[in-house]
T-cell receptor
Framework: LAKTTQPISMDSYEGQEVNITCSHN???????ITWYQQFPSQGPRFIIQGYKTKVTNEVASLFIPADRKSSTLSLPRVSLSDTAVYYCLVGDSTGGFKTIFGAGTRLFVKA | DADVTQTPRNRITKTGKRIMLECSQTKGHDRMYWYRQDPGLGLRLIYYSFDVKDINKGEISDGYSVSRQAQAKFSLSLESAIPNQTALYFC????????????FGPGTRLTVL
């Protein structure tokens, strides 16, 4: 399975856009890129998934360049409640998929 | 009602004791997972199951065993608990689709003294 690399932590202020980049140099052709959010003492929650280019939902956007060796999660106008750990995962969802969570990126949003 | 439930939510036990953590789901998913989380280390996969007859070891299966009693139930056992198994344990489920979305339970906080 491809490993991912993310910044350990990031700080932001309310109302700002936050971009968290994940590196996945060994991504395979069948791999998707998935992001999760985790609050303290809770299980992770799915945010967004993509394969290439751009994906947007009501929570976030995911930007994936053509070589797919990295991806950027974009959180528009963050609030204090977006303070959490964000995990980037890469894996094949067609079969034999198992999840490897890294340490994630701890985002701290300040007032 | 929660789709993925875990029992107990908190447990304190002593070294050498046998402990079972249970997970139940009402989502009808085939795939179920057990993870442990330690501060600063993210989640690490212990075991996973793609259906009732399929059990696979994850990154850190030593000291643990699992049982998939039914599609909806996946139990994690610590045969002889040790202090470094003190952690937060999560169960998760996933449908067999092209989406990588996993649904996590609320977690079990286990302390081994």
């Amino acid at each position: 399975l491809a490993k991912t690399t993310q910044p350990i932590s990031m700080d932001s202020y309310e109302g700002q856009e936050v971009n968290i980049t994940c590196s996945h140099n060994n991504i395979a052709t069948n791999d998707y890129i998935t992001w999760y959010q985790q609050f303290p003492s809770q299980g992770p929650r799915f945010i967004i998934q993509g394969y290439k280019t751009k994906v947007t939902n009501e929570v976030a956007s995911l930007f994936i360049p053509a070589d797919r060796k990295s991806s950027t999660l974009s959180l528009p106008r963050v609030s204090l409640s977006d303070t959490a750990v964000y995990y980037c995962l890469v894996g094949d969802s067609t079969g034999g998929f198992k999840t490897i969570f890294g340490a994630g990126t701890r985002l701290f949003v300040k007032a | 009602d929660a789709d993925v439930t875990q029992t107990p939510r908190n447990r304190i036990t002593k070294t050498g004791k046998r402990i079972m953590l249970e997970c139940s789901q009402t989502k009808g998913h085939d795939r179920m997972y057990w993870y442990r989380q330690d501060p600063g280390l993210g989640l690490r996969l212990i075991y996973y199951s793609f259906d009732v007859k399929d059990i696979n070891k994850g990154e850190i299966s030593d000291g643990y065993s699992v049982s998939r009693q039914a599609q909806a139930k996946f139990s994690l056992s610590l045969e002889s608990a040790i202090p470094n198994q003190t952690a937060l344990y999560f169960c998760a489920t996933r449908a067999t689709t092209l989406n990588n979305e996993q649904f996590f339970g609320p977690g079990t906080r286990l302390t081994v003294l």
